[in-house]
């Protein structure tokens, strides 16, 4: 098992448990989701496995799909 597919299983472990924590700053887990964002971005820039893409970018529009600050922020600054 390499470094990318470890950190996605961990961060898709994170969100599965965690899920609508780490995008509610009501909560302390919110700083979480900019730790996943970056590490799909990570994972995105620096993977050529469509596999882990596909997850990864599975992973994206999870968090996306729970309302996150950050998602929406890095969706904004690429429509630039």
Same mark, same amino acid.
């Given at each position: 098992?390499?470094?990318?597919?470890? @950190?996605?299983?961990?961060? =898709?472990?994170?969100?599965?448990? +965690?899920? !609508?924590?780490?995008?509610?700053?009501?909560?302390?887990?919110?700083?979480?989701?900019?730790?996943?964002?970056?590490?799909?971005? @990570?994972?995105?820039?620096? =993977?050529?496995?469509?596999?882990? +893409?596909? !997850?990864?970018?599975?992973?994206?529009?999870?968090?996306?799909?729970?309302?996150?600050?950050?998602?929406?922020?890095?969706?904004? @600054?690429?429509?630039?």
């Amino acid at each position: 098992m390499e470094f990318p597919d470890l @950190a996605l299983r961990i961060a =898709e472990m994170v969100v599965s448990v +965690h899920g !609508r924590y780490i995008t509610d700053i009501r909560y302390p887990l919110l700083h979480v989701e900019n730790e996943i964002v970056n590490l799909v971005i @990570a994972v995105l820039n620096q =993977e050529s496995d469509p596999t882990l +893409h596909s !997850r990864d970018l599975d992973l994206f529009e999870r968090v996306m799909d729970l309302g996150g600050y950050y998602t929406d922020k890095v969706l904004a @600054a690429s429509d630039r």
